[in-house]
T-cell receptor, first 117, second 110 residues
Framework: GAVVSQHPSWVICKSGTSVKIECRSL??????MFWYRQFPKQSLMLMAT?????????EQGVEKDKFLINHASLTLSTLTVTSAHPEDSSFYIC?????????????FGPGTRLTVT | QKEVEQDPGPLSVPEGAIVSLNCTYS??????FMWYRQYSRKGPELLMY????GNKEDGRFTAQVDKSSKYISLFIRDSQPSDSATYLC??????????FGDGTTLTVKP
């Protein structure tokens, strides 16, 4: 149980285009989803937290107009990187948590590798 | 100063060795202490969690927390090549967000 999927697993796009990444909880209802970015040989950096049906809360320094997050249902959250640039190339990972669970009970997706050329 | 500092590594050990991975933290509000394993190009996988000082054992893995010293460790006994991965400590105040260490990359050589 507690499986989180991401799609696509990798994507290459041209500078200036937008890319959408989907995060799905397959066998549980994700009341909260987290989006992280991870650069090579670095740790996970939390970008934003989203609760189903609410606007996402962004971490300091993360541009909310550039990284659009939609948590439309209890099983799906999307991250759209708008007008992507090469510096946005990174590994994007989502995690999901269900209500009533302690803070440690978050389950990670397999990640999406974005390369912007 | 970072809230969580993790021994940077990398670590390279022979198969069968005991491995010690360590993190220190500064925020006394952290209540939950987790260790994740991350294979290359994959998402993190929760290995162990604990919320009190002391030791917690699960197979070859032992998580140790010392709240008075703000120090946590993960020990791996009888290490195997399949243990080769990056290990991340993560701490949580139960407010929803986890704070991660930078990770330690472990290589276990056959």
């Amino acid at each position: 149980g507690a499986v989180v999927s991401q799609h696509p697993s990798w994507v290459i796009c041209k500078s200036g285009t937008s890319v959408k990444i989907e995060c799905r909880s397959l066998d549980f209802q994700a009341t909260t989803m987290f989006w992280y970015r991870q650069f090579p040989k670095q740790s996970l950096m939390l970008m934003a937290t989203s609760n189903e049906g609410s606007k996402a809360t962004y971490e300091q320094g993360v541009e909310k107009d550039k990284f659009l997050i939609n948590h439309a249902s209890l099983t799906l959250s999307t991250l759209t990187v708008t007008s992507a640039h090469p510096e946005d190339s990174s590994f994007y990972i989502c995690s999901a948590r269900t209500s009533g669970r302690a803070g440690y009970e978050q389950y990670f997706g397999p990640g999406t590798r974005l390369t912007v050329t | 100063q970072k809230e969580v500092e993790q021994d940077p590594g990398p670590l390279s050990v022979p198969e069968g060795a005991i491995v010690s991975l360590n993190c220190t933290y500064s925020n006394s509000a952290f209540q939950y202490f987790m260790w994740y394993r991350q294979y290359s190009r994959k998402g993190p996988e929760l290995l162990m969690y604990t919320y009190s000082s002391g030791n917690k054992e699960d197979g070859r893995f032992t998580a140790q927390v010392d709240k008075s010293s703000k120090y946590i460790s993960l020990f791996i006994r009888d290490s195997q090549p399949s243990d080769s991965a990056t290990y991340l400590c993560a701490l949580n105040t139960n407010a929803g967000k986890s704070t991660f260490g930078d990770g330690t990359t472990l290589t276990v050589k056959p």
